[in-house]
């Protein structure tokens, strides 16, 4: 099985700021299985990146995902108020089908 | 607008049982895989299982193996789960999600792009 960390767990940043962090896998996985995912509290997640790199529709552009083999990186470049939330990657393997990271919570500095 | 709208959650005793629906409009719902995913309270996502378009391809985290079971039925446009012998640690936001799965033999791609807001199930005597 797959186990996938994400650090830091806690940022602390001021609108404007850039944002990066990061999902490790235990081992190499294929860039295709690896999704990010946007949380704010009492909503549904809402995916933000797919194949490590590619945009879901309507995102905008400041966010940017990267990355290969067992190391991703989520990158906000400029942070706007809506962009506090707490991020989540996610990995599909065969076992079980699908696993998520723990979560990066992104606050307000 | 492709919308998932999940409902039958509420308060059940240890043991007891519950089924959630998914009910899905905006796209032809007998074309994607579907999944639930669930959350506990203060903590993150747990997928839980997967069924195919015809219902024939089913998967389960071990964690309600045995004891949850999905189904779908695509005439009505809907996606269910029985959940039986529930405990306390099943307390959480259930979503339903759908699935696109799609590629080539060089790269193939995995990941639930719409998402119901949730219905809560919380098990408690």
């Known amino acids: 099985e797959i186990v996938l960390t994400q650090s830091p767990g806690t940022l602390s940043l001021s609108p404007g700021e850039r944002a990066t962090f990061s999902c490790r896998a235990s081992?190499?996985?294929?860039?295709?299985?690896l999704a990010w995912y946007q949380q704010k509290p009492g909503q549904a997640p809402r995916l933000l990146i797919y194949g490590a790199s590619s945009r879901a529709t309507g995102i905008p552009d400041r966010f940017s995902g990267s990355g290969s083999g067992t190391d991703f990186t989520l990158t906000i470049s400029r942070l706007e108020p809506e962009d506090f939330a707490v991020y989540y990657c996610q990995h599909y393997g065969p076992s079980p089908l699908f696993t998520f990271g723990p979560g990066t919570n992104v606050d307000i500095k | 607008e492709m919308q998932l709208v999940e409902s039958g959650g509420g308060l059940v005793q240890p043991g007891g049982s519950l089924r959630l629906s998914c009910a899905a409009s905006?796209?032809?719902?007998?074309?994607?895989?579907m999944n639930w995913v669930r959350q506990a309270p203060g903590k993150g996502l747990e997928w839980i299982s997967y069924?195919?378009?015809?219902?024939?391809?089913?998967y389960y985290a071990d964690s309600v193996k045995g004891r949850f079971s999905i189904s779908r039925d695509n005439a009505k446009n809907s996606l269910f789960l029985q959940m039986n012998s529930l405990r306390a640690e099943d307390t959480a936001v259930y979503y339903c999600a759908r699935e696109r799965s799609y590629g080539s033999t060089a790269l193939f791609y995995y990941y639930m792009d719409v998402w119901g807001k949730g219905t809560t199930v919380t098990v408690s005597s």
């Open positions: 069924i195919d378009t015809r219902g024939m391809g089913i």
């Open positions: 905006g796209f032809t719902f007998s074309s994607y895989e």
């Open positions: 081992q190499s996985v294929s860039s295709g299985s």
